[in-house]
């Protein structure tokens, strides 16, 4: 009896699948890739990774397909003789398909100009010719792809899908989703145990932050906040005088911090300390301001005491990992030599932090400090 349960059951799975991929296969004509790509989405969320690739590859190449039936029309409505005398120039390219009645490139070429002007062209028909054969790359189906097989362990095949989009970032609908790309490359780079791309993928992102510099120069404000925590013997001059506001960037220089830290790295573990503390510091006193126009930073404590009050604020501020970057600070100055700098910090942090975890963390090790230097 439970064999044939069995059989019954394996049977009606075969069938459910069979249907669910036969109407995935009979996508109306009209359908958009988007649309696609969204109810992927959906299914990831219900764990039915399976179901979620193929909407992601149908929707790679419904894309593919729609590019290159418009690339083709294009090419063969460039190809009369009448067309060629316009020269490069699109506008005049325009005028003379308009007038040759050609709408369906018109509109090809209106399509493109919506988020695409002719000046991104420098005005040439040729490089929009160029562009328009490389834009059946759709990275966001290669991103996708990457986050369904990393979701079933599969490291390697996420790391293929990745570098695929990251290579194709350049038609990315949001550039700004470039920089979940790069997190992806490193974080997947990280379990497969190649620090030395998880590093260089996490420098991409800050070769968009001038004030980092490169880690071989550091830049001049960067210098100057390194000068001046390391000279005082508390933090709160700097945590008074500079800002930072790059809260992408956040995630990159605590990663670093941490591959630093553990290579022996250590001033270059203090660089990227440093301007994270100071881009967590930022987002916070920006949120309290928000609220209390009458407030106006004065010391470390009184900050984190204000977090108190606002549960919404703290909740937000473990999701984005601040703490971790507080304490990141605080181990860097250590390593570095700097023993009173790290000692007034853990002590602030273990009085008024609003993490249990961190706060007790920081008194650990304000403790060990405290008994390998009696002076402090």
Same mark, same amino acid.
């Not at 059951?9 to 009979?26: K, P």
């Not at 193929?54 to 029309?73: C, G, I």
């Given at each position: 009896?439970?064999?044939?349960?069995?059989?019954?059951?394996?049977?009606?799975? !075969?069938?459910?699948?069979?249907? +669910?991929?036969?109407?995935?296969? &009979?996508i $109306?004509?009209?359908?958009?890739?988007?649309?696609?790509?969204?109810?992927?989405?959906?299914? !990831?969320?219900?764990?039915?990774?399976?179901?979620?690739?193929?909407?992601?590859?149908?929707?790679?190449?419904?894309?593919?397909?729609?590019?290159?039936?418009?690339?083709n029309?294009?090419?063969?409505?460039?190809?009369?003789?009448?067309?060629?005398?316009?020269?490069?120039?699109?506008? $005049? +390219?325009?005028?003379?398909?308009?007038?040759?009645?050609?709408?369906?490139?018109?509109? =090809?070429?209106?399509?493109?100009?919506?988020?695409?002007?002719?000046?991104?062209?420098?005005?040439?028909?040729?490089?929009?010719?160029?562009?328009?054969?490389?834009?059946?790359?759709?990275? @966001?189906?290669?991103? /996708?792809?990457?986050?369904?097989?990393?979701?079933?362990g599969?490291?390697?095949?996420?790391?293929?899908?990745?570098?695929?989009?990251?290579?194709?970032?350049?038609?990315?609908?949001?550039?700004?989703?470039?920089?979940?790309?790069?997190?992806s490359?490193?974080?997947?780079?990280?379990?497969?145990?190649?620090?030395?791309?998880?590093?260089?993928?996490?420098?991409? +992102?800050l070769?968009?932050?001038?004030?980092?510099?490169?880690?071989?120069? @550091?830049s001049?404000?960067?210098?100057?906040?390194?000068?001046?925590?390391?000279? @005082?013997?508390?933090?709160?001059?700097?945590?008074?005088?500079?800002?930072?506001?790059?809260? =992408?960037?956040?995630?990159?220089?605590?990663?670093?911090?941490?591959?630093?830290?553990?290579?022996?790295?250590?001033?270059?573990?203090?660089?990227?300390?440093? /301007?994270?503390?100071?881009?967590t =510091? &930022?987002? /916070? $006193?920006?949120? =309290?301001?928000?609220?209390?126009?009458?407030?106006?930073?004065? @010391?470390?404590?009184?900050?984190?005491?204000?977090?108190?009050?606002?549960?919404?604020?703290?909740?937000?501020?473990?999701?984005?990992?601040?703490?971790?970057?507080?304490?990141?600070?605080? $181990?860097?100055?250590?390593?570095?030599?700097?023993?009173?700098?790290?000692f007034?910090?853990?002590? #602030?942090?273990?009085?008024?932090?609003?993490?249990?975890?961190?706060?007790?963390?920081?008194?650990? #090790?304000?403790?060990?400090?405290?008994?390998?230097?009696?002076?402090l």
């Amino acid at each position: 009896m439970k064999k044939q349960l069995k059989k019954i059951f394996i049977i009606f799975l !075969i069938f459910y699948f069979s249907a +669910v991929l036969f109407s995935l296969d &009979t996508i $109306d004509a009209d359908e958009k890739p988007w649309h696609l790509l969204e109810q992927a989405k959906i299914q !990831i969320e219900k764990g039915e990774f399976g179901i979620a690739l193929h909407l992601t590859n149908k929707a790679r190449d419904l894309h593919k397909a729609r590019t290159e039936k418009k690339y083709n029309h294009m090419f063969n409505s460039l190809k009369p003789k009448r067309v060629k005398l316009e020269g490069d120039n699109i506008s $005049d +390219v325009y005028a003379i398909l308009n007038k040759r009645e050609d709408y369906d490139a018109c509109k =090809i070429l209106d399509d493109i100009f919506l988020t695409h002007p002719p000046v991104f062209f420098d005005k040439s028909i040729s490089k929009l010719m160029a562009w328009l054969e490389k834009r059946k790359a759709f990275p @966001e189906t290669d991103f /996708l792809a990457g986050k369904i097989y990393f979701a079933e362990g599969d490291y390697e095949q996420a790391m293929h899908y990745y570098k695929e989009a990251w290579n194709a970032r350049m038609f990315l609908e949001i550039p700004d989703e470039r920089f979940n790309i790069i997190y992806s490359l490193a974080d997947t780079s990280k379990l497969l145990h190649r620090y030395d791309e998880q590093e260089k993928y996490l420098l991409l +992102v800050l070769t968009e932050d001038p004030i980092y510099g490169t880690t071989n120069l @550091e830049s001049d404000p960067l210098q100057a906040m390194i000068k001046t925590i390391t000279s @005082e013997k508390t933090t709160e001059k700097f945590f008074l005088l500079y800002r930072n506001k790059n809260p =992408i960037a956040l995630k990159a220089y605590m990663d670093l911090t941490d591959i630093y830290l553990e290579a022996g790295k250590n001033r270059r573990a203090l660089a990227t300390a440093v /301007l994270g503390s100071i881009i967590t =510091i &930022t987002n /916070l $006193d920006e949120v =309290i301001s928000k609220d209390d126009y009458n407030y106006e930073y004065t @010391e470390f404590a009184n900050l984190l005491h204000r977090l108190h009050r606002r549960q919404d604020v703290v909740l937000w501020a473990e999701q984005q990992n601040f703490w971790r970057a507080f304490m990141n600070l605080a $181990d860097s100055l250590l390593k570095n030599g700097n023993n009173e700098q790290a000692f007034y910090l853990y002590s #602030k942090l273990a009085e008024s932090i609003p993490s249990i975890k961190y706060a007790q963390e920081a008194l650990y #090790k304000k403790e060990e400090i405290t008994k390998n230097n009696k002076s402090l």
